[in-house]
């Protein structure tokens, strides 16, 4: 039996040197970030100020002018994913009656009814149509 040397499967798998070295460069870039808003104005600031200044300054005249309004649309596509999520990052919950159980269907019918009931109803209520007509009587032909 060996009693050393190399063996299959030993030591430090490759991938957690890969996360250790990523995990250094976000934290490093982290400081950056941090260094950066503390010494004063940020990037992201400094371009959604001059989006907004261009953008002014398109709509001074008694026409906007197209080309600085390009150019404060330009600054926007820049900034936005900074500053907007991404659609594909937010997920919809849909749900349909046939996927929920009945105890679930129940209380959500019951907390309806309960928030209906709760709502004012006026004194006098008056339709937005007028009455109908009386039903016309059988024995009125003869």
């Known amino acids: 039996?060996?009693?050393?040397?190399?063996?299959?499967?030993?030591?430090?798998?490759?991938?957690?040197?890969?996360?250790a070295a990523e995990?250094?460069?976000?934290?490093r870039s982290r400081e950056l970030v941090d260094q950066a808003a503390r010494?004063?104005?940020?990037p992201l600031q400094i371009q959604?100020?001059?989006?907004?200044?261009?953008?002014?300054?398109?709509?001074q005249g008694?026409?906007?002018?197209?080309?600085?309004?390009?150019e404060a649309a330009a600054a926007a596509a820049a900034v936005s994913p900074?500053?907007?999520?991404?659609l594909s990052a937010l997920t919809a919950k849909v749900e349909s009656v046939t996927t929920l159980s009945d105890g679930v269907v129940d209380a959500r019918f019951a907390a309806l009814l309960d928030?209906?009931?709760?709502?004012?109803?006026?004194?006098?209520?008056?339709?937005?149509?007028?009455?109908a007509l009386p039903a016309p009587l059988e024995d009125a032909a003869e």
């Open 23 to 27: 995990q250094k460069i976000r934290l």
């Open 115 to 131: 928030t209906l009931s709760r709502l004012p109803v006026p004194d006098e209520f008056e339709p937005d149509e007028p009455p």
């Open 62 to 70: 008694p026409e906007p002018d197209m080309q600085l309004m390009k």
């Open 48 to 59: 959604l100020e001059y989006m907004r200044h261009v953008w002014a300054a398109a709509h």
């Open 1 to 19: 039996m060996p009693a050393g040397g190399r063996r299959p499967g030993a030591g430090r798998k490759p991938s957690a040197v890969r996360a």
């Open 39 to 42: 010494e004063g104005v940020m």
């Open 82 to 86: 900074y500053v907007h999520p991404r």
